[in-house]
């Protein structure tokens, strides 16, 4: 069952305020995310990645890098952090884009392919967030330096310890879906071409084995998504 929100998303009132920054601060862990950005840049001037920014952050971003629209992997939540953000978002004048992915699992074959019918719409600079920026965001990343025609080296760099995320996790599933790629084709077909039309989510299931010990790392003492 889904935790129930006491306060109005609109942060019209004080007391609506204070309860979303308590809710994310203790409930979403925000508190470790007022010292720690997760931040980096997928494509200078045009494409950022972060962890889910707090409204002082998501000022500093947009002042520093001229953000004109977020895409929020965590999709619309019922949780302090989401009301936060895009209240600030609002106030901003950034556009806010809710397009949920997985960390665990295979990757949607219509979501990769609705991101790359939206991508080139998109007012740039845009930020790209997660929770913890790790896993979603680094996905995510990877595939837009696909859609750039950047290598697949490139783009599975985005998919990095340094970021936190661990391919030795369930999360590893991630990196699998871009060797399954490259097992396939050699880098030599459309990527876009092999979502549509080889990509099967089952088959990749059933290629990744799962590390039990990152697992319960990311899971249980992180509490990743």
Not at 25 to 47: A, E, G, Q, Y
């Amino acid at each position: 069952m889904s935790k129930k929100i006491s306060f109005d998303p609109s942060l019209i009132r004080f007391s609506d305020h204070f309860k979303a920054w308590l809710d994310s601060l203790f409930i979403d862990h925000s508190i470790f995310r007022l010292v720690w950005t997760n931040f980096n840049t997928v494509i200078p001037n045009k494409v950022y990645r972060c962890n889910h920014p707090t409204p002082s952050r998501l000022r500093k971003f947009s002042q520093k890098y001229h953000i004109k629209t977020i895409v929020n992997l965590r999709g619309q939540r019922d949780c302090g952090s989401d009301a936060l953000s895009r209240n600030a978002a609002k106030q901003l004048g950034i556009t806010q884009l809710d397009l949920p992915f997985e960390s665990r699992g295979a990757p949607h074959k219509d979501r990769i392919l609705n991101l790359a019918a939206i991508y080139p719409t998109l007012e740039f600079p845009i930020l790209i967030h997660c929770k913890s920026g790790a896993d979603r965001a680094g996905l995510v990343s990877a595939l837009i330096m696909l859609f750039e025609h950047k290598t697949i080296e490139k783009a599975i760099s985005q998919l990095s310890w340094k970021y936190g995320h661990f391919k030795q996790a369930k999360t590893g599933i991630l990196d699998q879906f871009f060797v399954y790629y490259f097992q396939e084709t050699h880098g030599k077909s459309n990527f876009l071409t092999w979502v549509q039309h080889h990509y099967h989510e089952d088959a990749l299931r059933e290629q990744f084995k799962a590390k039990k010990t990152f697992s319960f790392i990311t899971d249980k003492i992180l509490h990743r998504e």
